[in-house]
């Protein structure tokens, strides 16, 4: 299950890259490049039509960026290991040489890695090649502030966590990975929050007769009356801790085990 290879993980690279990722990468190629072209025509249209609203163009390759990493990351995440959705490429998947290691390896860098560096160097490339057509037609300049600011480096984080989930989605359902990791998350999501509510009201009772409380001197909203903002209690502090550092690498792990056990 540990083994680990370099001819036989570039062996698997090289199959993902034709069978897995080259597909992925016209789409996204293709989709990345009409959303663009379609933003630049409603600027264009909008600026000869009079309805032009000023400048609102300091985050739109940042917001481009962030819905086509999301909503294709996660896509493709879903269906890293689509071919367990068919008998026969199961048994050919599973066959291949390598260990689950490897295999895991390889989907979560073509996935997690290389996508997001593919998606951030297209926005890039279609960003800087329109930005003079942006100046000169519109009016307006392309914010191109990807790699260098801080808002990108915020999506990439929170991507590569939340891409964790979608993996191992992909590996626990065999068929619509995707619609499957969704409707599980939102029960998992109600049931957390469910259970979360009952502990807070049982252990932290007397914060809920003042919850929302608006004090009198200051007109600001207190989380109770004479408590401290839930943000600094321990128990937050672990949550955001756990989400950050700890979810990623327990879905990996999990994602490792799952892997193994459908080659048992």
């Given at each position: 299950?540990?083994n680990?290879?370099?001819?036989r ?11 897995g990722?080259?597909?992925i ?8 490049t009409?959303i ?21 163009e300091i985050?739109s390759?940042m ?5 086509i990493?999301?909503?294709?990351g ?8 689509r ?9 050919e998947?599973?066959?291949l040489?390598?260990?689950s290691l490897e295999?895991?390896?390889i989907?979560w860098?073509y996935t997690?890695p290389?996508?997001i560096?593919?998606t951030s160097?297209?926005?890039?490339i ?7 057509a ?11 502030e990807?790699?260098?600011s ?9 991507y590569f966590?939340?891409?964790?989930i979608?993996?191992?989605?992909s ?5 619509t990975?995707w619609i ?18 009952v ?11 003042g ?26 502090k ?9 979810l990623?690498?327990?879905l ?8 193994s056990?459908?080659?048992?």
């Amino acid at each position: 299950m540990l083994n680990f290879n370099l001819k036989r993980l570039q062996a698997l690279f090289y199959r993902e890259f034709h069978f897995g990722y080259k597909p992925i990468l016209k789409i996204l190629t293709t989709v990345t490049t009409v959303i663009f072209l379609v933003h630049f025509a409603i600027r264009f249209l909008e600026r000869n039509s009079g309805n032009f609203q000023g400048n609102d163009e300091i985050n739109s390759t940042m917001i481009k960026f962030a819905i086509i990493l999301f909503l294709g990351g996660f896509y493709y995440a879903s269906i890293a290991f689509r071919e367990f959705s068919n008998l026969s490429t199961r048994a050919e998947f599973l066959a291949l040489p390598g260990s689950s290691l490897e295999k895991i390896t390889i989907k979560w860098l073509y996935t997690n890695p290389i996508f997001i560096l593919t998606t951030s160097l297209l926005v890039f490339i279609l960003a800087s090649l329109l930005m003079p057509a942006m100046d000169r037609f519109v009016g307006q300049e392309y914010v191109n502030e990807i790699f260098t600011s801080r808002i990108y480096w915020n999506l990439v984080g929170i991507y590569f966590i939340l891409h964790s989930i979608f993996f191992f989605g992909s590996i626990a359902f065999n068929k619509t990975s995707w619609i499957k990791t969704v409707l599980a998350v939102m029960i998992i999501a109600l049931v957390i929050a469910a259970l979360n509510a009952v502990w807070f009201r049982i252990v932290w009772a007397d914060m809920f007769d003042g919850l929302f409380h608006v004090a009198e001197v200051n007109k600001r909203t207190e989380f109770g009356v004479n408590h401290e903002d839930p943000a600094d209690m321990w128990q937050i502090k672990f949550f955001i801790f756990a989400f950050k550092y700890l979810l990623a690498p327990v879905l990996w792990v999990a994602s490792l085990f799952k892997l193994s056990e459908k080659e048992v």
